[in-house]
């Protein structure tokens, strides 16, 4: 079978190729982007694999007039630059040590054992400059099946990593099947061993709940993830039940993944997730929200459109009544509306007194629709 693609058709991409296999080295485009062709999705970086060993990858590079950055070499990465394109070129490894976080590489020369020490099947493609594919491990039938499938034991993949743990439900978002189902073998060894992410840094599981919760629908995902246990080791006193509704009231709206995480509920996760300061902004906004202001213009004034919306949707999936008819035009107008008194238009007015009555001018405006005017709101 071969893929296609601009990506591989393109000249930089040929050429780092050629650059290796030229020299009398193997190379394969590897991974993500062999995976994605083949299931049609757009595909972004293009990493490498090769036998040639780190230092020889560096030379042959900058013999040919490429920058070549040292980004992993100790682990067998060089970064070669072709016309402001990055290619990650890694020499084939084995593992020769796990402990759950990180792993002891040492470098091979066979394509088999590279594959091996990869997570997930359909992660374990290789593809040639022509296009054909290389399979080692059968992860091209596993990816056209769209089966989210471990790497040997499944165990064992977990144990040299606890964050494949939530990979192994991310990947099952972006590219399983929900009709198949999760893979058995895998979601019981993620339940063996759910406790293993505890080891794990908190911006880690952040960067991959980020990921899987912005898949168009995680909600199998996240109920798989919730029956395996392992929502609860991430997001203790989460609720899995209402994402299926809310992905649903979401319709064609980009997916936002702080709107769905709010929707769980459970302890604040901010910590937990590693939340930056704006993120941790807007999911208390979102989770405050919903028990609060049930008016779509005024929440549209007072928090944005994004707010705005995630607060009337999270709060509609949790209650099962919909949002009102046209709620988003009315998010709109009142995100895009102005206050039209300030400080200048009550000059008798100054301190505590002042700040008093535009509060209750404010409060009078919101409740007539954000449609009384400056003669009215001051008559």
């Not at 056209?144 to 964050?163: K, N, P, Q, T």
Request: glycine share 10%.
């Amino acid at each position: 079978m071969k893929i296609a693609g601009d990506w591989l058709a393109r000249e930089e991409t040929q050429a780092v190729l050629g650059l290796l296999t030229g020299a009398g080295h193997s190379a394969f485009v590897v991974g993500g982007c062999v995976r994605d062709a083949l299931l049609g999705a757009a595909v972004g970086d293009v990493d490498i694999s090769t036998d040639a060993r780190p230092e020889r990858v560096m030379a042959l590079a900058r013999g040919a007039g490429l920058k070549a950055i040292p980004t992993g070499i100790d682990h067998g990465t060089v970064t070669v630059v072709a016309r402001g394109i990055p290619y990650e070129i890694t020499t084939f490894r084995r593992d020769v040590e796990t402990d759950g976080r990180r792993a002891v590489v040492a470098f091979s020369d066979r394509i088999e054992e590279d594959a091996q020490r990869r997570d997930l099947t359909m992660n374990a493609l290789y593809a040639l400059a022509d296009g054909t594919v290389v399979d080692p491990l059968g992860g091209l039938a596993d990816a056209l099946a769209r089966r989210v499938r471990f790497v040997g034991d499944a165990e064992d993949r977990i144990r040299e990593d606890y964050l494949r743990i939530l990979r192994f439900f991310r990947f099952y978002a972006w590219y399983g099947d929900p009709a198949q189902g999760p893979d058995p073998e895998g979601l019981a060894a993620c339940a063996a061993d759910s406790a293993g992410i505890e080891t794990l840094s908190r911006e880690r599981i952040g960067a991959e709940m980020r990921k899987l919760l912005s898949a168009p629908d995680p909600a199998p995902a996240v109920a798989a993830m919730s029956a395996a246990g392992v929502l609860a080791q991430i997001l203790p006193g989460a609720d899995a039940r209402a994402l299926p509704v809310l992905v649903h009231l979401e319709g064609d709206l980009p997916p936002w993944w702080l709107r769905r995480l709010a929707v769980l509920g459970g302890e604040d996760p901010a910590d937990r997730l590693r939340l930056s300061r704006a993120e941790a902004a807007d999911l208390a906004a979102v989770r405050d929200g919903i028990g609060g202001l049930d008016r779509p213009d005024a929440l549209g004034f007072l928090l944005g459109v994004d707010r705005a919306a995630a607060i009337l949707l999270a709060r509609a999936a949790l209650s099962g009544i919909t949002p009102p008819a046209g709620w988003q035009a009315e998010v709109a107008r009142g995100a895009a509306a102005q206050f039209p008194i300030s400080a200048k238009d009550l000059p008798d007015l100054s301190g505590p007194a002042l700040g008093q009555r535009l509060k209750e001018l404010r409060q009078r405006w919101l409740d007539s629709g954000l449609r009384l005017t400056k003669a009215e709101l001051l008559a």
